[in-house]
């Protein structure tokens, strides 16, 4: 899909919620605008997606979807902020990374593990001095980083991502700590879909036996439970899932981080 059209659809279908400019990228002599969605609530939840350009699911979930969504996070009394499309002109080539071929994701925090010594990412119970906002990376990052670190700390956070190395129809999430409120969600998304259980999924590391990973790699996932946010995660789809079935899962948990925005936790 050209860019140009995401951007008119979602304008339409952004009804009820205010669309805002947060920055734009030039890439091959054009200009991307990032586009950003937000509406008002007593809690906040704070959606991303489309890192990779090559996993279109989480990005046409909240084109397509959107008016829905706004509906049931009003109904919720949950407030959003929607970074729908985040590296635009990899969606619209299908690309991993932007037309600069820059690696969008990751990149927001970088740990202190020694003094002076500085790491992008670190082993779950990991000790490390500290943490800063990391101040360099791609400009869609840079552009990101610097409109999520102004708002307020959200209630939630998750950050849709496919998979496009495993093969099937799979699904699996990034979480931290006790996965308990994730598991249902994950229950209800295996009656569409496989579960990555156990499964090698990055070259390192592996799934657990309910699908959960925990890795502490300075995205902007990792960013969120950094600050303190109860309940972030970043969910998985394979690209080799049926697109409208990715969507389901995608809705399935942005509908449980709705409902876990509303229920607070900090
Ligand atoms: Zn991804």
């Known amino acids: 899909m050209r860019f140009t059209e995401y951007v008119e659809r979602l304008s339409s279908n952004a009804r009820g919620a205010r669309l805002e400019r947060y920055g734009a990228v030039v890439e091959d002599g054009r200009e991307y605008p990032l586009l950003s969605l937000h509406t008002e609530g007593r809690r906040r939840l704070v959606l991303t997606s489309g890192f990779h350009g090559e996993e279109p699911a989480g990005p046409l979930t909240l084109l397509e979807h959107l008016p829905e969504v706004l509906a049931f996070a009003r109904a919720w009394g949950v407030g959003l902020d929607i970074f729908p499309c985040i590296n635009p002109s990899g969606f619209e080539a299908g690309t991993r990374y932007n037309l600069s071929n820059e690696r969008p994701n990751n990149d927001f925090i970088r740990y202190q593990v020694a003094p002076g010594v500085w790491k992008e990412q670190v082993l779950e119970g990991e000790a490390f001095v500290g943490w800063v906002l990391f101040d360099g990376g791609p400009k869609e990052t840079r552009a990101l980083r610097t409109a999520l670190h102004a708002l307020p700390t959200p209630d939630a956070a998750l950050d849709l991502h496919q998979d496009n190395y495993i093969h099937g129809s799979l699904t699996y999430a990034y979480v931290f700590g006790d996965a308990a409120p994730y598991l249902p969600l994950m229950q209800a998304s295996a009656a569409l879909v496989g579960v990555a259980a156990s499964l090698p999924v990055d070259g390192q590391r592996s799934t657990d036996a309910q699908g959960f990973i925990r890795?502490?790699?300075?995205?902007?996932?990792?960013?969120?439970?950094?600050?303190?946010?109860?309940?972030?995660?970043?969910?998985?789809?394979?690209?080799?899932?049926?697109?409208?079935?990715?969507?389901?899962?995608?809705?399935i948990w942005i509908r449980g981080f709705v409902e876990l925005a509303a229920a607070g936790g900090r």
């Open 215 to 251: 890795h502490h790699d300075g995205s902007v996932t990792d960013y969120y439970l950094r600050r303190g946010v109860p309940h972030a995660a970043a969910l998985e789809t394979t690209t080799r899932t049926p697109p409208h079935v990715s969507q389901e899962v995608n809705l």
